[in-house]
């Protein structure tokens, strides 16, 4: 009986996993929630209303450089503009960015 329950829970546990799985749509809301956020911290208020206006925009450009890999129960997100850098994990509807904006090096 106990065993049952072990196996129930995790099937429970890795359903619940891949039911929560990320897409691409949703690493789209979290960069323009993330850049929207940047341009309230912004100090000068010109460049904080130009991110504002113009984050939706470098969010979805942001995700059509992004290459998902999914891996059913969590999914990577590798995102590359120009020589920048960001590499995520989505799992449970959250994104931890595991490597922020940086630039790669040259070869």
Do not use: C, W
């Not at 929560?20 to 929630?33: A, C, E, I, K, M």
């Not at 995700?63 to 969590?74: A, E, G, L, M, P």
């Amino acid at each position: 009986m106990k065993q049952f329950l072990i196996t129930l829970v995790l099937i429970a546990l890795l359903g619940l996993l891949a039911y929560t799985n990320p897409t691409l749509d949703n690493y789209d809301q979290f960069n323009s929630q993330r850049i929207t956020e940047d341009a309230r911290k912004e100090k000068d208020p010109v460049i904080g209303a130009i991110n504002s206006l113009f984050g939706g925009f470098a969010a979805n450009l942001m995700t059509k450089q992004t290459v998902r890999k999914d891996y059913v129960f969590f999914s990577t997100y590798d995102t590359t503009v120009g020589d920048k850098h960001m590499r995520a994990v989505g799992v449970l509807n959250n994104f931890y960015v595991t490597e922020d904006i940086v630039s790669k090096p040259s070869n």
